[in-house]
């Protein structure tokens, strides 16, 4: 069954594969004609990874230690739950940071 390519994979590796095919020749490793230089998990996991960091420069330039807002206060709950459990998850298994 053919899988279908899609138009973001289809366009970074026109304008990056052979790029990196050429990078990847340098240390032996020859990628088949016709088949993706860069895999479609490669570039998916690069653009979440874009979006988070362009996500935290909005969030963090809205910050304030005065004013904090509802999202900042909600977030604030977040940190403070999941440091709760992981200090009472170790408090269990006996390790102390």
Not at 10 to 33: C, D, I, M, T, Y
Not at 41 to 66: A, D, H, N, P
Request: aromatic letters at 6%.
């Amino acid at each position: 069954m053919e899988e279908h390519q899609l138009w973001i994979v289809k366009s970074v590796n026109e304008l990056l594969g052979p790029s990196f095919a050429s990078l990847l020749a340098v240390f032996g490793v020859h990628v088949p004609a016709g088949e993706e230089v860069i895999p479609m998990q490669l570039i998916m996991g690069g653009l979440v990874v874009l979006l988070l960091m362009i996500l935290t420069l909005i969030v963090k330039s809205r910050l304030s230690v005065e004013n904090p807002g509802k999202l900042q206060q909600a977030m604030e709950l977040v940190v403070e739950f999941l440091d709760g459990q992981v200090a009472s998850l170790w408090q269990q298994l006996g390790v102390h940071p």
